[in-house]
């Protein structure tokens, strides 16, 4: 029996590690042979392991000692207070540094500049004496140009741990209430705060400029009020990327991300519950509906962009055949009144479409592959909630003789509430920004009458180079996003328990 | 003689109907109270859909199979005439008599390279921010709970300009240093969201339990916490990773050389050339979707449970 146990607790592990190797060893023995072919090599491998492993060593070292800092400052206590006078000192000394080393990082990526001034000489200090202490390793051959930068950092470090012992050991611990957690919310905080709130400010900074190609993005841009309104007006009035103007391109914005969020709840609703009862290939046809969902975005994209080639794509083969077979009809029942008419009428007008130049089928194949790339989505969703929901409830409606309609509307969507709303709310701000199936299989073409607002703005950032305009076109965006919520939020006081 | 294979034959063919019967009434099991006539609708309406999620993507599988010369066709087969597979092999190795190679390799160590470590990365942050959102009440909580709500309305298409400035500025386009920064955080907050909506429904009376036994936060962490949420886990890791694996406005900003390309830049390249070569274009697709999709079917049990006990139930 004990034996059993083991091999079946090992047996798993003992499989996988069979398996990789003998895919290891096919892979080599299939893959060797064609060498040459390849352009990916050890060489390519071992370089670009070297380039993240040490970009994410610095990272994690970084925030270690931050993690360090902090700990001191909410769980160690000057044991007298000369030894205050000298934890303070030092712990203000290195804030400080930290600080000028975070106002040098910020400017030079151009969100302010400070000149050449007494002051903003002070604070770029600490990074001018790294620069020269690397310099200094370098000269007196202590290291080489390579590992210059290694070394220092690496004397860094070794400096900033002596500081902490010197603080540890001239302190004794104490308790804190918030400390850890504040220690645990840390590191998470700092990233988002350096990747999305600092982008963020500058993109308010740049939404006040005339950045553009010709003021090579932010190095010659001059920032002002004045560009600000300039932008403002010009996204109002004049073209948001080539030739569209705002309001077109906001409506259109509305209407697919009404006619989107709307056909992805409802489909997904009407799957879930046809999949939500007792069924032997529940799980099969679950596995089969979320492909859409399971295939790479991109390669759908493209895979749906080739369906809508007006003549060897799959839509457009099976138009001509449903016309075909409308036509043979019309020609069977020509003589019957009425019915005759109708199949000619038919026949008439359901055929071939022309998906990339007419500007409304082109914006209805896009609806197409997004709502059935979004749909299983909200099924697999809703499928969850309504699993959550327990059964007794319809069986007491049932006793007291409420109908089906009835059941689903007050026993169903009241209970599938807290799924529905965040889902609807998510829905709806991934739908607005999403625009990777546009520009995949439209591009915004045919005269981008298929553009949305982020697309158009992704083309007005990287296609025309006008980065100041693109800046504030983001705003406005953010600005029509967050009223959504809040009103939604406001009206249906969802996630409000959420946050508690 | 004839009489025994007749006889063969009916009895043969009995167990055909019996087998069929048997396997309708498997198929078609139905609960009480369903009619035959409803249990055989919703079936059918449940073929078309699948039928209607999984023939696009087939039709991917059937292009990549089509011989050069008919490439361009109005058939509708999955196996089509004269089926091969030379295009996946000029994808995976490239065509010597074209004096071509073959790049596959190294858009996937590219992207596999970059989107592990990220996903690796956002999910380590994101479980250990979501304990403390979960268990500890501390001035700015919820202020920071909405916060992080809140950073999820800033469309990425926003942040990418100002991203893409300030990697320039760093001088890392065209590395993968400089993709690492911006897929990053993205997922963080939502993932921290979820997570805290997973580890508020494990009950706290384990942790106290284990911490009058003499275990303290670090090990109630990691031998409590981290093995209950093992599905949240899972999926906040799985949904990172789709994201980034596909994912090709930001990389084609940002990197814009072949050498540094990732998978999604990659296959563009087969249909950007004069010559669009769809074959190879759904080759290379197929044998990059292929283990996504596996991985991605095989945890659908854990999606739908991750999913609605996470974000949804607070």
Not at chain 1, 406 to 435: E, H, M, S
Request: aromatic share 14%.
């Amino acid at each position: 029996m004990e034996n059993e146990n083991k091999v079946r607790r090992y047996l798993p592990s003992v499989l996988w590690i069979v398996v990789l190797i003998a895919v290891y060893f096919t892979l080599n023995s299939l893959i060797a042979p064609f060498t040459d072919g390849i352009t990916l090599n050890g060489k390519i491998v071992t370089e670009s392991t070297k380039q993240l492993g040490g970009f994410l060593f610095g990272i994690i070292g970084g925030l270690m000692l931050i993690e360090i800092y902090f700990y001191q400052i909410f769980f160690r206590k000057p044991k007298n207070d000369a030894t205050n006078i000298i934890i303070r000192a030092l712990q203000f000394i290195l804030a400080a540094l930290l600080l000028m080393v975070v106002i040098s990082f910020l400017e030079s990526t151009d969100l302010f500049r400070m000149g050449d001034n007494i002051v903003g000489n002070f604070l770029r200090s600490p990074v001018t004496m790294f620069g020269d202490f690397q310099s200094m390793l370098v000269n007196t051959k202590i290291a080489t140009k390579d590992s210059a930068q290694l070394t220092s950092s690496g004397i860094m470090v070794l400096a900033l741990l002596a500081i902490f012992a010197v603080i540890h050991i001239s302190s004794v611990s104490r308790n804190h209430n918030y400390g850890l957690a504040y220690l645990l919310i840390l590191p998470a905080f700092l990233g988002v705060l350096f990747l999305i709130i600092y982008p963020f400010l500058f993109e308010i900074k740049l939404a006040f400029s005339n950045a553009s190609l010709g003021t090579q993005a932010t190095k010659n841009a001059a920032y002002g009020l004045q560009y600000g309104w300039e932008n403002l007006k010009t996204l109002f009035t004049g073209s948001v990327a080539k030739d569209a103007k705002f309001l077109d391109v906001f409506w259109r914005t509305v209407i697919w991300t009404v006619i989107n969020v709307t056909f992805h709840v409802s489909g997904g609703m009407g799957l879930a519950i046809l999949l939500n009862r007792p069924m032997k290939v529940q799980g099969l046809y679950r596995t089969l509906l979320v492909f859409p969902w399971a295939i790479p975005t991109t390669i759908a994209a493209m895979a749906l962009r080739n369906e809508f080639d007006s003549r060897y794509g799959l839509f457009n083969i099976l138009l001509t055949d449903l016309n075909t077979w409308l036509t043979g009809i019309s020609h069977g029942t020509a003589n019957i009144v009425g019915i005759g008419n109708l199949f000619t009428w038919l026949a008439a007008h359901i055929g071939p479409v022309s998906w990339k130049q007419d500007p409304f089928w082109a914006f209805v194949s896009i609806l197409i592959s997004n709502i059935w790339l979004g749909i299983p989505f909200m099924a697999v969703i809703i499928l969850g909630g309504l699993q959550s929901i327990s059964q007794e409830y319809y069986e007491a409606a049932e006793i007291d003789g409420a109908s089906k309609f009835q059941q689903f509307r007050n026993i169903t969507i009241p209970l599938l509430r807290p799924v529905l709303t965040p889902a609807i709310i998510l829905g709806v701000v991934w739908t607005f920004n999403k625009f990777d199936v546009i520009y995949l299989i439209t591009q915004g073409g045919p005269q981008e009458k298929t553009d949305i607002l982020v697309s158009s703005m992704y083309k007005a950032a990287f296609q025309f180079y006008r980065y100041g305009f693109t800046a504030m076109f983001a705003l406005v965006i953010f600005i029509i996003l967050f009223l959504f919520t809040l009103i939604y939020l406001r009206i249906s006081g969802g996630l409000k328990s959420a946050a508690e | 003689m004839s009489t025994t294979t007749d006889a063969a034959n009916k009895v043969s063919s009995a167990k055909q109907a019996n087998v069929v019967a048997h396997f309708i009434r498997w198929f078609f099991y139905r609960a009480r109270g369903d009619s035959p006539f409803k249990t055989i609708l919703i079936h059918a309406t449940l073929i078309v859909a699948c039928i209607i999620a999984v023939y696009p993507v087939l039709r991917v599988v059937t292009i990549s199979l089509r011989p050069n010369d008919t490439l361009l066709t109005t058939d509708l087969r999955i196996i089509p005439e004269n089926a091969t597979l030379d295009n996946y092999k000029e994808v995976l190795f490239g065509n010597p008599e074209r004096n071509r190679k073959s790049d596959f390799f190294l858009w996937l160590w590219n992207s596999l390279s970059i989107v592990s470590i990220t996903s690796v990365l956002s999910v380590i942050l994101a479980a250990i921010s979501a304990y403390a959102f979960s268990r500890f009440k501390f001035p700015g909580r919820s202020a920071g709970l909405i916060f992080l709500l809140t950073t999820q309305m800033i469309p990425a298409g926003m942040l990418l300009l100002p991203l893409f400035i300030m990697i320039a500025k760093l001088k890392m386009i065209n590395t993968p240093l400089g993709l690492l920064i911006a897929y990053a955080v993205t997922a963080v907050p939502l993932t921290i969201w979820t997570l805290k909506g997973y580890y508020d429904t494990i009950p706290v009376d384990l942790e106290e339990a284990a911490m009058i036994d003499g275990a303290n936060r670090f090990t109630v962490f990691t031998n409590i916490i981290l093995p209950l949420s093992t599905p949240a886990l899972a999926i906040a890791f799985l949904f990172s990773f789709m994201g980034g694996w596909s994912e090709y406005l930001v990389a084609r900003v940002i990197l814009q050389k072949n050498e540094a390309f990732t998978w999604p830049l990659g296959i563009f390249t087969y249909a950007q050339q004069f010559t669009v070569s769809w074959g190879q274009f759904s080759a290379a697709s197929v044998m990059i979707a292929i283990p996504v999709m596996i991985l991605f079917l095989y945890s659908s049990k854990w999606l739908i449970s991750g999913l609605t006990l996470g974000s949804v139930k607070g």
